[in-house]
T-cell receptor, first 111, second 114 residues
Framework: RKEVEQDPGPFNVPEGATVAFNCTYS??????FFWYRQDCRKEPKLLMS???SGNEDGRFTAQLNRASQYISLLIRDSKLSDSATYLC????????????FGKGTHLIIQP | DTGVSQNPRHKITKRGQNVTFRCDPI?????LYWYRQTLGQGPEFLTY????????KSRLLSDRFSAERPKGSFSTLEIQRTEQGDSAMYLC????????????FGEGSRLTVL
């Protein structure tokens, strides 16, 4: 089983819709979780951290389910500019901050 | 621009040649990472520095790869005797350590080995 798994998509979603995708992780000792966004041919950028209690940043909501070992990202009222690849990142501790990136979920918002 | 800077942005080389990439991190960041990314994959960790000390190297990093950060500022990643499988985007990231998991990536150096 891979450390961090994501559905690669693509998810094709009409503008204004709500979309959600999950990321599962294998290491139950994982300590912290993040979502990064990567635009086509660009570098990844931190979108948001994922806290145990869940957190919201505008139209974006991130949730953590430790029992089932997954994190989720929900985007409400999707915009064309939300089209990107969303990378799940898990910190399992250890060296290099233990950061492991998933392969990413490709999201396409259609007009 | 005070972000992470990488050079060259693109490098095309013939198999067997050596290549070197440079990364200039955000000046106050003491942590520096190298990742490799191929199409359809997430970034794969290669190596990590805290100041000038190389603290970890991935199993992915063969003996042909070497990285340095001599003064705790800029870093270089050298690939010797390049192979076609080395073709990828090489991403450098830096972090201050104050906010766990927040890496600032450069735009990357794209390597094509013919």
């Amino acid at each position: 089983r891979k450390e961090v798994e994501q559905d690669p998509g693509p998810f094709n979603v009409p503008e204004g819709a709500t979309v959600a995708f999950n990321c599962t992780y294998s290491n139950s000792a994982s300590q912290s979780f993040f979502w990064y966004r990567q635009d086509c041919r660009k570098e990844p950028k931190l979108l948001m951290s994922v806290y145990s209690s869940g957190n919201e940043d505008g139209r974006f909501t991130a949730q953590l389910n430790r029992a089932s070992q997954y994190i989720s990202l929900l985007i409400r009222d999707s915009k064309l500019s939300d089209s990107a690849t969303y990378l799940c990142v898990v910190n399992s501790g250890g060296g290099a901050d233990g950061l492991t990136f998933g392969k990413g979920t490709h999201l396409i918002i259609q007009p | 621009d005070t972000g992470v800077s990488q050079n060259p942005r693109h490098k095309i080389t013939k198999r067997g040649q050596n290549v070197t990439f440079r990364c200039d991190p955000i000046s106050e960041h003491n942590r520096l990472y190298w990742y490799r990314q191929t199409l359809g994959q997430g970034p794969e960790f290669l190596t990590y520095f805290q100041n000038e000390a190389q603290l970890e190297k991935s199993r992915l990093l063969s003996d042909r790869f070497s990285a340095e950060r001599p003064k705790g500022s800029f870093s270089t990643l050298e690939i010797q005797r390049t192979e076609q499988g080395d073709s990828a985007m090489y991403l450098c990231a830096s972090a201050s350590g104050l906010r766990a998991g927040e890496l600032f990536f450069g735009e990357g150096s794209r390597l094509t080995v013919l």
